[in-house]
């Protein structure tokens, strides 16, 4: 993998050192709804502290539910999930989830107070956080995905783009052990595309991305799994995975028209 | 048909400041139990608990109230009428959340509108959310004891509910402008008015609120919360198969079931029970059946009535000044402003007298039987609860 | 409601009125407005008094007028209620301009338009001078049970994305050439109210999962604590004080 991601250490993470737990393992999870149906068979996954992963896979893969379980809000059939040396178990529910930080598909979804500065503050807020301490929290975060002017706005009066953006910093402001991107990209007009891609490449932690945007998953993740019928059946590095046209096809995955990840120089790959 | 200040006197308004908060408060406790289980998303599921579901989906609820208020049915000749809610809220989200949604609207059209005074927000709490709500819930679920298991009977009993919910606000206010307007109008001409304009209004209410309901019903029916146990009932017999436990009682893996899958079927709601004998009970319940066919029909018979002269004004209350001013020849500045100034407003006060009598038998009697059915139903239930608990 | 309408409902400014403590606030408009409902429906000029008291609160807050009678037309439909009271109320008959007019209709109507006027006017003013998250933020610190204020507030967010979403449907129906224009059209402004709600709901259990994502355990973090100091308190106060003292005064004279 890439030297200096993998070097990267998180402040306050609780542990460090070349002997620290990965972010995250997941071994043998299977999961089957209430109603019956199964969507996890068993799939084994683990990121490096540091690593960027880009989950990919096709509609109904199971995509969205492997994401449920990695803050305990769905509980595993079977398997386990830790987050760095943390099982994902309901004890530890709460500090799971200040460790993990999903960031939904639809802003409005996840920004849901009043004003900006209050949606960053939640997470930090709900764990205990306040005064001096809290907004320190909140501008750091905002000023990480450069949104430290709209603090006082209604989400509402900002354009998409922002809300992303935002979204991005009420989930950093918790200083996640890992960052949880689900379709980061989507509705995103291209310079905000890259603005968020110039974000997400300049913080320091750890990232798994699901996404089906897959020059934005080379763009940004030296690393790939192919999650496709609730198991992981591909894992490796993107240009690699993007190139094997028989594996792409097999799991719904395609490419741009006129897009070929074999003749772009990934940054750092 | 938001009362302002200075409409009821203190004293009554006090009260009912009283009655809207306690009714406030029970729905809060109550709003926790509906919201917790419902089928769809995977939130009902491990690790998060039900409680603190209440606030995002009743706020998006209310949310949802708001907008939909806003929402014009055109009725004819430029004018059209808007849902009050108050029984499709009971009905799509159960009725403790259906109070909480409806008066959490209601204040903040208080404050942020100054629609409908502060002072009079009891009573606007107590008239349009708690009466309209709990009156159209008891009906809509006597309704579908009587005649369970069919989508249809879910339509009708909407339209019923719906239909009887608005006129029984309108008396509702009455009552209290009886304890205490602060005006000299006297009480058989306000009740007269108001009901009769309220059976109209009520039918517009009623055709929307079972066409959403239907709406509603077709694409997610575990999402209506008053007809969980319609919806459930294919889900039982499609599982009988595979994991039936040899030598059990036929009834017992139904129970089991329902108690491992809170998405399936409403533990705490009194479907199941209905659910699990219709045929025993169906004998004695066929008289009162009867009854219940009988106020149905002249229920919608006065639909059919008055229907041609629905014109759904979005304000019951300006409706009836609009009214009493033709009375008293004054339409030139009672109609100038309403909805009614293309009306054929001569033609209406004879032939809606008529109709507005049978309104009030039929929906009279509906109300009466919907309420005797409510209560025996919550005895039964009641009597039911500790037998499942023991 | 919302955002959208917030900038329509609030009025940004400095003024001594605005930075007043939104608790204060509600509470001095409510105590306002008792005061107003209780007084004696014959001391005319105490409603004259409340008026002016009102003006002055205007004048202070830089409200102008025509924003604040803009936002009067609110009573319309309860104005045309007043004006028929005259006519149809009973009780002594006396004759003005040729019309048989009942006595005590006409005070129920001045009653009627001299209360439900200067309550509009209060709420008016204090929604015009504190803005929607302070208002809430007021109404918790008023002891307003916290899930109450935690469902309003999420009406208040979600109220314009959900209107914007109705009206997104309202332009997808008419750009498939429909055009609501009877009864006969209801069925298909249902459905779109049907999956109005149930994009509603699912978009409540997102926002759900996205709180429980985030440490939410069933009550909010209190992020803005509201506070008042005593002289704020004092000043808030002056507006239902001076109500007060002319309301009694009316309860003398009458």
Redesign the interface.
């Known amino acids: 993998m890439d030297a200096h991601v993998t070097a990267a250490e998180t402040p306050k993470t609780p542990a460090t050192g070349p002997e620290a737990p990965p972010s995250l393992q997941v071994s043998g999870l299977a999961y089957a709804y209430p109603d019956g149906h199964q969507a996890l068979f068993g799939v084994d996954l683990t990121v490096a502290r540091g690593e960027r992963v880009a989950l990919l896979g096709p509609n109904g893969a199971g995509k969205t539910t492997l994401v449920l379980h990695l803050n305990g809000i769905l509980g595993a059939g079977a398997g386990t999930v830790t987050v760095a040396g943390l099982p994902v178990a309901k004890r530890n529910l709460p500090e799971i989830r200040r460790r993990v930080g999903i960031v939904f598909q639809d802003p409005d979804d996840q920004l849901f107070m009043p004003t900006v500065r209050e949606d960053v503050a939640f997470g930090p807020a709900a764990a205990g956080l306040r005064g001096a301490e809290l907004e320190e929290r909140v501008r750091t975060a905002l000023e990480r995905v450069g949104m430290a002017d709209f603090a006082d706005r209604p989400p509402h009066h900002l354009s998409f783009g922002q809300r992303r953006r935002v979204a991005v910093a009420t989930v950093l402001a918790m200083e996640p052990e890992i960052l949880v991107l689900d379709e980061p990209s989507s509705n995103l007009d291209p310079a905000s595309r890259r603005e968020l891609a110039d974000i997400l490449r300049s913080l320091d932690v750890t990232v798994l991305m699901v996404t089906h945007d897959l020059p934005y998953a080379l763009e940004l993740c030296p690393r790939s799994v192919v999650l496709s019928g609730g198991v992981i059946t591909a894992d490796g590095t993107t240009q690699r995975l993007l190139c094997d046209e028989e594996l792409m096809r097999a799991h719904r995955l395609e490419l741009p028209f006129g897009f070929d990840p074999g003749s772009v120089t990934v940054p750092g790959a | 048909m938001h009362v302002p200040d200075g409409f009821i006197n203190a004293p009554v308004s006090a009260a009912t400041g009283v009655v809207a908060a306690a009714a406030v408060a029970v729905s809060l406790r109550g709003a926790r139990r509906e919201l917790l289980d419902t089928a769809g998303g995977p939130a009902g599921d491990a690790g998060t608990g039900g409680g603190e579901r209440t606030a995002p989906l009743a706020g998006l609820v209310a949310a949802f109230i708001f907008a939909v208020q806003m929402l014009n049915f055109p009725v004819a000749a430029g004018t059209s009428g808007h849902l009050l809610g108050g029984a499709l809220a009971a009905i799509l989200v159960g009725p403790y959340t259906g109070v909480l949604c409806v008066s959490v609207v209601l204040l903040m059209q208080g404050v942020l509108f100054a629609d409908g005074g502060l002072t009079a927000l009891g009573v606007n709490i107590t008239d349009m959310a708690v009466v309209t709500t709990v009156v159209a819930y008891a009906i809509f679920r006597g309704l579908l004891k009587l005649a369970p298991g069919r989508r249809r009977t879910v339509t009708v009993a909407s339209f019923v509910a719906a239909l009887v919910s608005v006129p029984a606000a309108a008396a509702a206010f009455t009552g209290l402008y009886a304890l205490g307007g602060t005006t000299d109008v006297p009480i058989g001409k306000v009740f007269t008015a108001m009901f009769g304009v309220h059976v109209l209004i009520g039918i517009g209410e009623a055709a929307i609120t079972a066409l959403t309901v239907g709406a509603v019903m077709a694409v997610r029916p575990d999402l209506v919360h008053g007809a969980r146990g319609v919806a459930a009932r294919p889900l039982e017999l499609r599982n009988t198969g595979p994991v039936a436990t040899p030598g059990a009682p036929a009834a017992a893996p139904a129970a089991a079931r329902s108690a491992d899958e809170p998405g399936a079927t409403a533990a705490p709601e009194p479907a199941a029970p209905a659910a699990a004998a219709p045929a025993p009970t169906a004998a004695p319940r066929s008289s009162a059946r009867r009854v219940w066919l009988a106020g149905l029909a002249a229920a919608l018979l006065c639909a059919g009535v008055v229907s041609f002269y629905a014109s759904a004004s979005p304000d019951g209350l300006e409706k009836v000044a609009a009214d009493k001013g033709i009375d008293k020849k004054t339409e030139d500045h009672a109609t100038k402003d309403s909805p009614l100034a293309d009306y054929g407003v001569k033609d209406i006060t004879d032939t809606r007298l008529s109709g507005g009598l049978a309104g009030v038998i039929g929906v009279g009697a509906t109300l009466a039987v919907g309420t005797g059915v409510f209560v025996v139903v919550r005895r039964r239930r009641s009597a039911a609860e500790p037998a499942e608990t023991s | 409601?919302?955002?959208?309408?917030?900038h329509q409902?609030y009025r940004e400014g400095r003024s001594p009125v605005h930075t007043l403590p939104p608790h204060c606030k509600?509470a001095a408009?409510?105590c306002f407005?008792?005061v107003?409902?209780?007084t004696p429906?014959e001391a005319v000029w105490a409603f004259g008094a409340y008026a002016l008291l009102l003006a002055g609160v205007a004048a202070v807050a830089r409200i102008p007028a025509g924003f604040l009678l803009r936002?009067l037309l609110?009573?319309?439909?309860?104005v045309?209620?007043a004006?028929?009271?005259p006519?149809?109320?009973?009780?002594e008959r006396t004759t003005v301009l040729g019309m048989s007019l009942?006595q005590?209709?006409l005070w129920?109507?001045w009653?009627?338009l001299?209360?439900?006027t200067?309550?509009?006017?209060?709420?008016?003013l204090?929604?015009s001078t504190t803005e929607?998250?302070s208002?809430?933020l007021g109404?918790q610190r008023l002891r307003m049970?916290p899930?109450?204020v935690?469902?309003?507030?999420?009406?208040?967010?979600?109220?314009?994305?959900?209107?914007d979403?109705?009206r997104r449907m309202r332009i997808a129906r008419r750009s498939r050439g429909f055009e609501?224009?009877?009864?006969q059209?209801?069925?298909v402004?249902?459905?779109?109210?049907?999956?109005?709600?149930?994009r509603?709901?699912?978009?409540?259990?997102?926002?759900?999962?996205?709180?429980?994502?985030?440490?939410?355990?069933?009550t909010?973090?209190?992020?803005?604590e509201v506070t008042a100091s005593r002289t704020q308190w004092t000043y808030a106060a002056a507006l239902p004080l001076t109500a007060l003292a002319v309301c009694l005064t009316g309860w003398m004279l009458t």
Do not use: C
């Not at chain 3, 200067?118 to 709420?123: K, T």
């Not at chain 3, 935690?150 to 209107?163: H, K, L, P």
């Not at chain 3, 909010?220 to 803005?224: E, L, R």
């Open positions: 409601m919302g955002a959208g309408h917030a409902l509600i408009v409510f407005v008792v107003v409902v209780s429906r936002r609110i009573e319309i439909p309860f045309a209620f004006l028929l009271m006519f149809v109320a009973e009780g009942s005590s209709g129920s109507a009653n009627i001299a209360k439900g200067l309550g509009v006017a209060a709420s008016v204090l929604a929607l998250r208002l809430l109404l049970p899930l109450m935690q469902i309003a507030s999420f009406m208040i967010r979600y109220g314009d994305v959900i209107t979403e109705m609501a224009r009877g009864i059209h209801w069925g402004l249902a459905k779109s109210a049907g999956a109005l709600f149930i509603s709901y699912e978009r409540g259990e997102r926002v759900h999962l996205a709180m429980v994502s985030r440490g939410y355990t069933g909010m973090p209190v992020i803005d």
